[in-house]
């Protein structure tokens, strides 16, 4: 009997489709019932190759440009090479004759699919399995109006072009930066990207802003007015006032002189002033449905979540809690025949049997009660919904969420209650008082009937609530007038959620909600990518996150100074970048080919390199800075150029990038003032891996990497004295002190050893504070740290530092959260000796939930080049020479 292969993007959700269509029995890593054989990739199992690519080289102008006539596929690691033996096995079945695609519901999820079968070479017939929510009846509905493969060929059309395209400019542009940067010697890493690079030049030119930024005084005049009802508070307005574009600083309330502002006070001080008010009524709707962008930006501003995470927790809750539809969508909209499936939905929330929807039932129930779920085109509307309509609830209630889980739950969920709620009312007041010429003008805004609001916990307000009245003709009296002094300020930086926005609008931040939409095909990345773009810039050093702000780095200022200096705007231009996010969307929707698409971005790839390549000048011309701190060898200025800081008045200078890793100009200024800098993170090794080092200026004036003292170092006394210990040593109980890149024992270094305690200040790509260190010394634990990284799988990790019982540092980790209907879970040890593990079985489970038994700061020690070259590289004089060449 002959089967059809389903093909899932996860392992979850073939799971979940095994569960719904029923029948199926597990054969290892796959299902299989009389009718089907079901199985997953695990995300992207493969990605493009470039042809015959040479080790060696590759980083030279002699191989660019690289634009491969057909592109190779390769898997991006053993762990998909595995699965991907399965997949071709699987679809390689003579008994199985047709395909369903049931990887993810848009343009990377029909790659996944697509890629995976060009590459086990099979040519069958596919239909399209195309979910919008993952509750059981949804996925049997689904497979009730399977897709025909031709309706889906322009999104393949348009997936392949996004990813063919993306790793041209990625890979050549790439590759010419890094020569252009590499070419006066060492290796310098320059990466850019189609759309990446463009979101940086966002961040970066607002930042340019806010440093050229001058302030400007100015003065307002603010007054207090005493009526026969109470008190009420203006503000001078300049009647004639207009809107000068040339200079966007001006207001109407704004006096730009002290001087005219105490003229306004002293003519009104204490003087009679006349009233004439108007009132009218006005009304705000509900914001419309969540699509993925506008729901990382809410929870970004209200919980601080990354778009990755936002991202992360609105797929597990669509994955695993089936609570919400299908997240990466960019529509707001509703289908228009969804109206009978919301009622639905509406009369399940209005049950309020869970703790997620909590006292939101009641607004659930009014709205079945006042029957609020109709036709709406701000609502429900075919001609906004593509592929995937507005993120919403689900008629599967969830339950056991975790905290963050809810907030997102809770979020999506009063949104699609207030969009079916009336308008808020409200009656808005503007008096004008008039006092010997000069009008104070006073605003208020009362809520009348809270319509949408309600959802959110707003009442109606009282009259108090309101200005203190004013009967017609009354005067009244100015009890206070004072000018106060104010400054402008410079345009906020980019936050994640801002960043979204203008993500959105190409570069531009749109406000208005129709206004958004007309340019929202012409954004930079799609809802589903840019929280990896921003994750992105972030892993490569190019931003950096202060509090909620997102900073340039000073890599990020080198590169665009560079693509500005070979005028490269191809990569700069948000609006260009723009245009070709709108070709792609039309691409999808079949009205443009693939073929001239393909052959603009291959021509414009040509142009990035040969602008690289053919660039002549000694150096790149931009803005570069005059550091405060003097030369160090002979207290010259020292200026910035494209490559070096360089005295103007000797021959001193350092390298920008010592081992890969750009300085920012407080780090430069800290080191020629204090000839020393560290221990800094981000240098990479000549093998390609990560490494912390402290940076020294030698007596010979030249930059030298140290990496702390060895275990063979030579013998010689170190004094401690006029240091002040970080606290006991957990073996021998004596001083621990910091010395150099380690914490160590006292009786640990120089000539008569006798302990052995030493830890790093950087673990892992974690930075070991020495508050963190004290509490270790003192209290046995640090507090959870986030910033470790695995050298086998170069993912962050979390955990706690702990003194072990032999003195030594390890590693404890959170315990994982509590799963649906299972027991609370227990520590590694107690969990093995309850249920009485076998004591391997015990041992293996408590090595890894608990501290592992090697400790943190050996597992650094072998699989960092921190400790690598640590042992290879005492200070000692001949590898001093050796590292001042790469640092220098």
Request: hydrophobic content about 35%; proline content about 5%.
């Amino acid at each position: 009997m002959s089967k059809t292969l389903i093909i899932a993007e996860k392992p979850s959700v073939a799971l979940d489709i095994s569960r719904a269509l029923g029948g199926f029995a597990r054969e290892g890593d796959y299902f299989e019932s009389e009718r089907y054989v079901l199985a997953s990739s695990i995300g992207h199992l493969l990605g493009l190759v470039a042809p015959n690519d040479p080790v060696k080289g590759k980083w030279s102008f002699a191989h660019l440009p690289v634009i491969p006539p057909a592109f190779e596929l390769g898997p991006t690691d053993k762990r998909s090479s595995e699965r991907l033996k399965l997949l071709v096995r699987l679809a390689k079945r003579k008994d199985v004759t047709a395909l369903i695609n049931a990887c993810d519901a848009g343009r990377e999820g029909e790659l996944i699919f697509r890629y995976i079968i060009q590459y086990a070479g099979v040519n069958k017939p596919v239909q399209r399995l195309w979910l919008q929510s993952m509750t059981q009846q949804a996925i049997r509905d689904a497979f009730q109006n399977l897709r025909d493969d031709v309706q889906l060929k322009p999104l393949e059309a348009a997936a392949r072009s996004r990813a063919e395209a993306d790793w041209l400019v990625g890979i050549n542009g790439t590759r010419a930066m890094t020569a252009f940067n590499s070419k006066d010697g060492g290796f310098f890493k320059t990466p850019v990207g189609r759309v990446q690079t463009p979101t940086l030049a966002i961040v970066h030119e607002r930042e340019e802003r806010i440093r050229r930024f001058v302030s400007r005084d100015y003065w307002e005049v603010h007054a207090t007015f005493v009526a026969a009802a109470g008190l009420y508070q203006g503000r001078w307005i300049d009647p004639d006032f207009k809107k000068d574009d040339r200079d966007p600083e001006r207001r109407e309330s704004r006096l730009w002189s002290q001087a005219a502002a105490q003229s306004v006070v002293a003519a009104c001080r204490e003087q009679p002033g006349s009233v004439t008010e108007e009132s009218k009524p006005s009304t705000q709707a509900s914001p419309a449905l969540y699509d993925l962008t506008s729901l990382q930006r809410e929870a970004n501003g209200r919980f601080g979540f990354s778009a990755k995470t936002t991202l992360a927790l609105a797929q597990t809750l669509y994955e695993r809690h089936k609570a919400l539809t299908y997240p990466r969508t960019d529509s707001r909209y509703l289908p228009e025949d969804y109206i009978g499936t919301v009622r639905q939905t509406m009369s399940v929330l209005a049950q309020g049997d869970s703790a997620a929807v909590g006292g939101l039932s009641r607004h659930a129930a009014t709205v079945v009660k006042n029957d609020w779920v109709k036709s709406n085109r701000r609502i429900f509307d075919n001609k906004k919904v593509s592929d995937h309509f507005a993120i919403i609830p689900t008629l599967q209630v969830p339950r056991d969420l975790s905290e963050a889980e809810g907030k997102l739950y809770d979020l999506v969920l009063k949104r699609f209650l207030a969009v079916f709620f009336p308008s808020a009312e409200f009656r808005v007041t503007t008096r004008m008082t008039q006092v010997q010429g000069h009008r104070f003008k006073t605003e208020g805004k009362v809520l009348v009937s809270p319509g949408w609001l309600a959802v959110y916990g707003k009442e109606a307000q009282g009259e108090d609530a309101n200005l203190v009245p004013v009967a017609d003709g009354e005067t009244v009296r100015t009890e206070a007038v004072d000018a106060v002094g104010l400054a402008t300020k410079p345009p906020p930086r980019y936050n994640e959620a801002t960043l979204l926005s203008a993500m959105e609008g190409a570069g531009k931040l749109v406000d208005d909600e129709e206004l958004r939409e007309a340019m929202s095909e012409r954004g930079l990345g799609t809802p589903a990518t840019r929280a990896a773009i921003i994750e992105g810039l972030l892993n490569e050093v190019y931003l950096r996150r202060e509090g909620r702000d997102l900073v340039p780095t000073a890599k990020a200022r080198q590169l665009m100074t560079l693509l500005a200096g070979l005028d490269v705007t191809e990569l700069t231009s948000p609006e260009l970048t723009g245009e070709w996010e709108h070709k792609l969307k039309q691409i999808e929707q079949g009205g443009l080919g693939r073929e001239a698409f393909m052959r603009e971005i291959a021509q414009m790839t040509q142009v990035i390199v040969k602008r690289a390549k053919e660039y002549e000048r000694d150096t790149v011309p931009g803005d570069y800075a005059t550091l405060a701190t003097p030369c160090p060898k002979c207290r010259g200025v020292v200026k910035e150029n494209y490559r070096r800081y360089a005295c103007t008045q000797c021959d001193f200078s350092i390298s920008k990038h010592p081992g890969g890793r750009t300085f920012e100009l407080p780090e430069v200024e800290e080191l020629l003032a204090k000839r020393e800098i560290g221990p800094l993170q981000g240098f990479i090794s000549k093998m390609g891996r990560p490494f912390a080092a402290i940076l020294r200026i030698s007596d010979e004036d030249k930059l030298e990497f140290d990496f702390g003292q060895s275990d063979d170092d030579d013998g010689e006394e170190v004094d401690f004295s006029g240091h002040t210990p970080v606290g006991p040593c957990p073996k021998c109980q004596s001083r621990v002190f910091e010395h150099g890149m380690s914490y160590v024992c006292e009786k640990s270094v120089g000539p008569s050893k006798t302990c052995d305690f030493r830890s790093g200040k950087v673990i892992l790509q974690q930075e070991i504070s020495r508050e963190q260190m004290e509490k270790l010394l003192a209290n046995g634990r640090t507090d959870l740290l986030d910033g470790f990284v695995s050298s086998r799988t170069n993912r962050k990790f979390k955990a706690f530092l702990v003194r072990q019982p032999d003195g030594k540092v390890g590693f404890e980790f959170e315990p994982r959260p509590e799963k649906p209907g299972r027991a609370p879970a227990k520590s590694a040890k107690a969990a093995a000796a309850s249920e009485g593990a076998p004591a391997k079985t015990a041992a293996k489970k408590a090595a890894a939930k608990t501290a592992p038994a090697k400790t943190a700061t050996k597992t650094a020690a072998r699989k960092t080049a921190t400790k690598t070259a640590a042992k290879k590289t005492a200070v000692k004089k001949a590898v001093a020479k050796k590292a001042a060449k790469t640092a220098g």
